[in-house]
């Protein structure tokens, strides 16, 4: 692990890392606890210990959970890294992610443990792929008449680590592997990262054919697949979990709400001057510690949302030509003209006398 990457996860774990300006605030990624037991305990059992472990991370991961018991994903990847360093094994998340499918892990396991056929049980992964990993969508679609594709499809700032990748589709595919066996004659895994010469050992250890610098990470297989039974079907469990997994994923999608609402709030209070974070708290009901820790659950502080609102409302009013710059100022709640023009040049480049001058050629 690299120092840049100690002195981020450090800055990280401290709360002290802001958006980037123009970035939208957002929840922290996380994923499920399960799994970051699984992987603990899989690294425990191939000799490295607590201290190793800790040590070379600067933390203890089990110490940095969400209020939701979540783990953030960049925590689940330096761990996945850090496990690969001290092992000195390349291919640490394929192995890992064989070794947690072993064990039950959480809601989306027994959705499809429960499912009436492999049909529902996909979809149920693929409705539900967040409470493991809350980053892109699991989709499932048609390669041909013979062939299905399930896919985890990944914004292009929403990139994550080979390791983690590699974990993702190990554990999923080993846990089906014996319904793949029994269904498909024909199966296998594609990565979108390039072969770093570990290919022979990857395909060992997910028994199929794995292919590399491919479009997108998937796994392919027989139609047929799609038609098997599960081992323990039961409708009606499987409709309890699934009102439970809906639950859960609102949950997740909390800290969203939260966010959108500081910053309503922000807004509607511009013109009488910043409001303080327990003027806002106070409005939305929630005590001023509470919202604080929420808000270190995302990728952003009360004081990039204050940013954020005043730069999304600077818009509406630069393009507003009977208003002075010195009035705008005063809307956003800037001290002064002096303070509103420089943000204003931090934001878009320019002073926002120059950009008023442009929207009115345009």
């Known amino acids: 692990m690299s120092v840049c990457e100690t002195i981020t996860i450090m800055q990280w774990a401290d709360g002290a890392l802001p958006c980037k300006p123009g970035d939208v605030a957002m929840r922290t990624p996380t994923v499920c606890k399960e799994y970051l037991d699984n992987l603990l305990e899989y690294l425990y059992g191939q000799g490295v210990t607590q201290r190793q472990l800790h040590s070379l991370l600067r933390l203890n991961p089990l110490a940095h959970l969400s209020d939701q018991g979540r783990v953030p994903l960049r925590l689940f990847e330096m761990t996945l890294d850090a496990g690969s360093t001290l092992l000195h094994d390349p291919c640490l998340g394929a192995r890992a992610g064989t070794h947690c499918s072993r064990s039950p892990w959480g809601m989306v396991n027994y959705l499809g443990m429960s499912a009436a056929n492999t049909r529902q049980a996909v979809e149920s992964m693929q409705r539900f792929s967040r409470l493991l990993i809350d980053q892109g969508d699991m989709v499932l679609s048609e390669i041909d008449s013979k062939t299905i594709c399930l896919s985890w499809q990944l914004a292009p700032r929403q990139q994550v680590s080979r390791q983690l990748v590699e974990f993702f589709f190990a554990n999923w595919y080993r846990v089906n592997k014996p319904l793949l066996e029994k269904g498909c004659d024909f199966r296998e895994v594609h990565f979108s990262h390039p072969d770093d010469g570990n290919a022979q050992e990857l395909a060992r250890l997910f028994e199929a054919p794995v292919h590399f610098s491919r479009k997108i990470n998937a796994v392919h297989f027989s139609k047929a697949f799609l038609d098997q039974p599960t081992r323990y079907p039961h409708p009606t469990i499987h409709k309890s979990l699934e009102q439970a997994a809906l639950i859960e994923l609102s949950n997740l999608h909390f800290e969203d709400r939260i966010i959108k609402e500081v910053r309503d709030c922000i807004v509607n209070q511009l013109a009488e001057g910043v409001p303080r974070l327990e003027e806002v708290s ?23 949302l204050v940013d954020e609102a005043r730069k999304e409302r ?49």
Do not use: H, V
């Open 282 to 304: 106070a409005q939305l009901g929630i005590a001023p510690r509470t919202l604080q820790r929420r808000l270190n659950n995302t990728e952003t502080s009360y004081k990039s």
């Open 314 to 362: 600077s818009l509406g009013l630069i393009s507003r030509s009977e208003l002075g710059l010195l009035e705008i100022s005063a809307e956003l709640g800037f001290s002064d003209q002096s303070a509103f023009q420089k943000a204003f040049k931090r934001w878009y480049g320019q002073a926002p006398g120059r950009y008023r001058m442009m929207l009115q050629a345009c």
